[in-house]
């Protein structure tokens, strides 16, 4: 049984915890969060984050279950240094950099460290990647939601004065229906969709302020026409369990096309799945001595499943 650490506990951290138990060969042997471990429910043993360079030795794989605005370009070099490790960081902008940052780290430590591993970058870049495998003078375009996008709330939600914040990405549907059609590509995300931000703000906030800062928000708002509306305790607790997500890929060719589709009732329940058949994928890596900073498309897909998997009802 690999034994899988979870470094942060809010809704990413505890759908990936429950994705790890329900596979055959792992489970989830520590709980790492910032909060007191005491104000932490789990059936999970829970420890402070600080505790975690302690279990050096006894874990196979960390998910790193945290905010990719701030927290995972700190945490993500930091504990691939002494981890084999998974994070879902998706800021498409700054990829670059944080896998040099990563790389890095995971090189001078003899660790694997499988990054941006989600359904976008992730599911979504494998299928980009077939796409202009098989239709290499094709256009392509992807689109998101409609549905609530974690880590742009979680940007929002890191802003002085705000207490929460929930996103919406809703994509152009004359947009989409074209690129459908096969038309009207290239197509910027920027210009395919739109931001529905939906903030639960301190009453002193500077909410002027606030409403500016979002949407000049590099990697995430800015360039997207973007709406932001501030809302009362009452009126934001209707949007506070909403997590559902989807998008899809399109990629066409001379009346070809192809389309990947995603429907999601729970954004952080299938991340937290992907993230859970990725550890399985890093730690095969891991043995074979492949250390360093990789991508889903650098890995074999036969090793996100469990090793005994007959693979012959797949082909």
Avoid at 53 to 68: F, H, K, Y
Avoid at 175 to 190: D, F, K, N, T, W
Avoid at 309 to 314: H, N
Wanted: charged share 20%.
């Amino acid at each position: 049984m690999l034994q899988i650490g979870i470094y942060g506990y809010g809704n990413l951290g505890q759908a990936a915890a429950r994705a790890v138990q329900a596979q055959p060969d792992m489970t989830p042997a520590a709980v790492f969060t910032r909060r007191p471990p005491s104000q932490v429910s789990s059936p999970f043993p829970v420890f402070a984050a600080r505790e975690l360079p302690a279990w050096a030795g006894r874990l196979d794989v960390v998910l790193l279950c945290v905010g990719s605005v701030t927290d995972a370009p700190r945490l993500a070099p930091e504990i691939a240094g002494r981890f084999h490790l998974v994070d879902a960081y998706d800021v498409h902008s700054g990829m670059r950099a944080h896998f040099a940052r990563v790389n890095a780290a995971a090189r001078a430590g003899n660790r694997t460290a499988l990054i941006c591993a989600g359904w976008d970058p992730g599911l979504f870049s494998l299928f980009r990647l077939l796409g202009r495998a098989f239709l290499p003078r094709g256009g392509e375009c992807t689109f998101w939601g409609p549905g609530v996008s974690q880590g742009h709330s979680q940007a929002v939600r890191q802003l002085p004065g705000v207490l929460d914040a929930r996103v919406y990405t809703l994509p152009d549907p004359e947009a989409l229906a074209q690129a459908r059609r096969g038309e009207a590509y290239p197509l910027s995300p920027e210009k395919a969709h739109r931001r529905l931000c939906f903030v639960l703000a301190k009453p002193d906030a500077p909410r002027e302020t606030i409403a500016r800062t979002i949407a000049g928000m590099e990697g995430y708002f800015a360039g997207t026409p973007t709406q932001v509306r501030f809302l009362s305790p009452e009126a934001f607790a209707a949007h506070r369990e909403k997590l559902h997500h989807g998008g899809s890929v399109l990629r066409s060719q001379a009346g070809q096309r192809m389309e990947l589709k995603l429907t999601l009732s729970s954004n952080p329940a299938f991340t937290g799945a992907v993230l859970a058949a990725c550890a399985r994928a890093a730690a095969a890596a891991a043995r074979r001595g492949q250390f360093g900073a990789l991508s889903l498309l650098d890995v074999p897909p036969r090793d996100l499943l469990p090793p005994d998997t007959d693979v012959f009802p797949f082909l």
